[in-house]
């Protein structure tokens, strides 16, 4: 299983960036995909999660309305739309995946993904 994050940069607040997952190894719906993210000194947060074989997507409250999750299974690839940023969206985002899912995906246990990609740094500047 490999996961591969890109997409991310400098923006500015309002504006939006697009962040891409390429995975490979594995079949999109045995699995759950998501997003987290982690700001210099605090703790990593879910941010988004995907589940194909349950049509299931989750965003935090804290992206809910701003950012959105879908998969291009054509391409192996999962995409988050971040819209209307803020200051407090700057962090490093890492998509992770996990197996053995059942049930509608969630990402407040980040311990239950057991695949990670690398990050990709977002910066919002005013």
């Known amino acids: 299983v490999q996961l591969q994050a890109s997409g991310g940069g400098l923006a500015q607040t309002g504006g939006s960036l697009r962040l891409s997952c390429a995975y490979s190894?594995?079949?999109?719906?045995?699995?759950?995909i998501a997003w987290f993210r982690q700001a210099p000194g605090k703790e990593r947060e879910g941010v988004s999660c995907i589940s194909d074989r349950f049509g299931s997507t989750n965003y935090s409250d804290s992206v809910k309305g701003r950012f959105s999750l879908s998969a291009d299974t054509a391409k192996n690839t999962v995409h988050l739309q971040m819209n209307s940023l803020k200051a407090d969206d700057t962090a490093v985002y890492y998509c992770?995946?996990?197996?053995?899912?059942?049930?509608?995906?969630?990402?407040?246990?980040?311990?239950?993904?057991?695949?990670w990609g690398q990050g990709t740094q977002v910066t919002v500047s005013s």
């Open positions: 992770a995946a996990a197996d053995s899912w059942f049930g509608p995906c969630y990402t407040t246990r980040p311990e239950m993904f057991g695949f």
């Open positions: 190894g594995f079949t999109f719906d045995d699995y759950v």
